[in-house]
């Protein structure tokens, strides 16, 4: 079974930092995709970073929105993917949720919540 459990949210206030991390397991973690989605109240949950597979080169990928103020990065020795946060904005509070595919299904984590406020 596979299983994912980020953790690392918070409060900050604006212009800080936070890194969350993801831990997985029951699965091969180095041959996964992985994302970070997050879903602030009211609205879609919508894809903030992602970073492919190690065989293809562990690539990142952003959204506009967090490009340049977020990096994605990934430990395979310790099953875990990290989002680095800086420059944190209000409207980046939402939770944030970690995802995988493993067997052609997605595998989600529990969220862990951002809050930026001052």
């Known amino acids: 079974q596979v299983q994912l459990v980020e953790s690392g949210g918070g409060l900050v206030q604006p212009g800080g930092s936070l890194r969350l991390s993801c831990v997985g397991s029951?699965?091969?973690?180095?041959?996964?995709?992985l994302d970070w989605y997050r879903q602030a109240p009211g609205k879609q949950r919508e894809l903030v970073a992602t970073i492919s597979s190690s065989p293809t080169g562990g690539i990142p990928n952003y959204a506009d929105s967090v490009k340049g103020r977020f990096t994605i990065s990934r430990d395979n020795a310790k099953n875990t993917a990290y989002l680095q946060m800086n420059s944190l904005k209000p409207e980046d509070t939402a939770v944030y949720y970690c995802?995988?595919?493993?067997?052609?299904?997605?595998?989600w984590g529990q969220g862990t919540q951002v809050t930026v406020s001052s």
């Open positions: 995802r995988t595919i493993s067997d052609s299904r997605p595998y």
């Open positions: 029951g699965t091969i973690f180095s041959l996964s995709r």
